[in-house]
C-alpha cells in the first residue's frame, strides 16, 4: 500500500481541521436538511471566495470556486493548492468527492446547506423549511430560527450576496464562516 506523501497529509490534516467547525458534533441535534432548487437562487453565478472558520480551539481557511445556474450548484475547496471537497447538485442529487483524509463528519450536504442559506433569497428558504423553523432579512442581517431560538444569522457586508463579505454565525454548532468573496 502507497503511503500519503507529506503533500497529501498536510492538506487533509488542514482541511479535517478547516471544516470541522462547519462538522456536526454527536451531542448537537441533526441539521435543517435544506436542499433548494439551483434555479431558486434567480440568478447564475461563477465566483472564487476565500473561508475562514472560526471555532472554539481555532481558525482554518479554504480557498473555493462556485458555480451556481439553473441546473446545478458546483464547488470546488481547495488547501494549500490541493482539492480537498468538491460537491454537485443538480436540485436532486447531491454528488460529492472528498480528499481521503477529510473525516467523515464534513458533510458536503452540510456545506450546501450553508451555502444556500447564505446565498438564496430569503422568501426561497421560507418556503422550504419544516413548521417551527423561520428566517427573517432585515436589513444586512438574516436570522434563522426554530421555535424562536436563534439557530444562526448572517450578517452581509452589501448586495448582491455573493460579493464582497459574509459572516454566517452558526449558534447551534458553534462556529463562524466568514466568506470573502473575490470581484467577478
Request: charged residues 20%; contains cysteine.
Amino acid at each position: 500500500m502507497k503511503r500519503p506523501s507529506l503533500p497529501d497529509l498536510g492538506a487533509g490534516l488542514v482541511a479535517a481541521l478547516l471544516l470541522a467547525g462547519c462538522a456536526r458534533t454527536p451531542e448537537a441535534p441533526a441539521r435543517l436538511g435544506l436542499r433548494l432548487p439551483p434555479a431558486a437562487l434567480g440568478t447564475a453565478i461563477s465566483v472564487q471566495q476565500h473561508l475562514t472558520v472560526e471555532r472554539p480551539g481555532g481558525t482554518n481557511d479554504l480557498d473555493v470556486a462556485l458555480e451556481v445556474d439553473a441546473a446545478h450548484v458546483g464547488l470546488v475547496g481547495l488547501a494549500f493548492g490541493q482539492r480537498v471537497l468538491s460537491l454537485d447538485y443538480d436540485g436532486s442529487a447531491l454528488k460529492e468527492w472528498r480528499h481521503a483524509m477529510l473525516p467523515a463528519q464534513v458533510r458536503a450536504a452540510d456545506v450546501l446547506e450553508d451555502l444556500q442559506l447564505t446565498l438564496w433569497p430569503v422568501e426561497s428558504i421560507a418556503q422550504a423549511l419544516p413548521a417551527g423553523w423561520r428566517i427573517e432579512d432585515q436589513g444586512l442581517t438574516r436570522t434563522l430560527r426554530r421555535d424562536g431560538e436563534v439557530i444562526a444569522t448572517i450578517t452581509y457586508g452589501g448586495m448582491p450576496r455573493w460579493q464582497g463579505r459574509a459572516v454566517l454565525d452558526n449558534v447551534r454548532y458553534h462556529y463562524r464562516l466568514t466568506i470573502e468573496s473575490a470581484s467577478e
